[in-house]
């Protein structure tokens, strides 16, 4: 079998945190200057550094089997490939902004209005389904000045924080997508890479499990415990071990992040004590 070849941006956004999810899910590779290409030393891959622009293509060219890529640009570039795994990062939406002295927030106004995006196939796309009939300029870059020098009325670009829009005088009126980074792969590929394919992705789930999850111990009065296993009911169930004191135990489990100070409250209200959270590294669910 030829190696597996992973196509990460080269410099960039994506770039950092593609080498990092890449490296807790095992794989030993050093990244030199200026390379192109390195091999993963302990695995059938090799990465490839590319522009995000052209890692779709690449993918659907079989130049690279897979690719890390945003969700933005795999959509806009249209290319033949397969969504493998969303991967929690580079978080952010493309979103159409008008100047900010404008009081509208009916997607009708963009009706008959010129539009600078540089995602001209998402963008038209969008607007067909809404029925909106508008001009969209494409431009390549600096999109956020094209309404101050009279390019444009309004614009469709990639917002994260706002602050980009709130400095070029902009207001973001709706969003047309969200993105991430996501894992692509060619659609074609052999069984015997499909099969390395869904290890790695495996890996990813058990790196993205771990983030989004915590371990938490705590003492509970023993009144409290049927109430505390159902709100923490852990991976299969808690594990629950009597304390020396009579009448308390202690209560090891796994809670989700995003419910993290909701549980908390709960615990707390229960009676529980001495709750310590910890992360953990590698989550393996099944
Ligand atoms: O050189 P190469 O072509 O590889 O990189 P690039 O310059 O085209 O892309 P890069 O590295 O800027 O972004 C890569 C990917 O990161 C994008 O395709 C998005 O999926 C994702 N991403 C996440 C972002 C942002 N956040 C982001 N804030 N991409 C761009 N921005 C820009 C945006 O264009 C705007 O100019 O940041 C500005 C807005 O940011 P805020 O925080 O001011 O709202
Ligand atoms: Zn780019």
């Excluded at 371990?215 to 023993?222: E, K, S, W």
Aim: net charge neutral.
């Amino acid at each position: 079998m030829d190696k597996i070849r992973i196509a990460i941006q080269k410099s960039g956004r994506l770039k950092d945190e593609s080498v990092k999810l890449l490296r807790e899910c095992g794989l030993l590779f050093n990244e030199g200057k200026n390379q192109l290409k390195t091999p993963v030393q302990n695995l059938p891959f090799e990465l490839l550094f590319l522009r995000d622009d052209d890692i779709p293509e690449y993918v659907q060219d079989n130049v690279a089997d897979l690719g890390i890529v945003g969700e933005n640009v795999w959509i806009e570039k249209n290319k033949e490939s397969e969504l493998i795994e969303k991967l929690g990062f580079a978080k952010c939406r493309l979103s159409l902004a008008v100047p900010r002295g404008i009081k509208t927030n009916d997607l009708n106004w963009f009706n008959g209005k010129k539009v600078a995006t540089s995602y001209p196939f998402i963008l038209n796309k969008f607007f067909k389904e809404n029925s909106i009939n508008a001009d969209v300029h494409v431009i390549s870059g600096s999109v956020e000045i094209a309404p101050g020098i009279g390019l444009s009325d309004g614009i469709c670009d990639i917002v994260s924080s706002g602050s980009t829009l709130l400095s070029n005088g902009l207001k973001e009126v709706f969003t047309v997508m969200k993105s991430e980074a996501v894992l692509i792969s060619n659609k074609a590929l052999s069984p015997e890479k499909i099969e390395y394919v869904n290890k790695l992705k495996n890996r990813i789930e058990a790196v993205s499990n771990a983030k989004n999850n915590k371990y938490v111990l705590l003492n509970a009065p023993n009144e409290s415990l049927e109430a505390i296993a159902e709100i923490l009911p852990g991976m299969k169930s808690p594990t629950i071990l009597p304390l020396k004191q009579s009448g308390w135990s202690s209560v090891h489990s796994v809670m989700s992040e995003n419910d993290f100070w909701d549980i908390i409250d709960k615990l707390k209200n229960l009676g529980a004590q001495g709750i310590l959270v910890v992360p953990i590294e590698k989550m393996i669910v099944k």
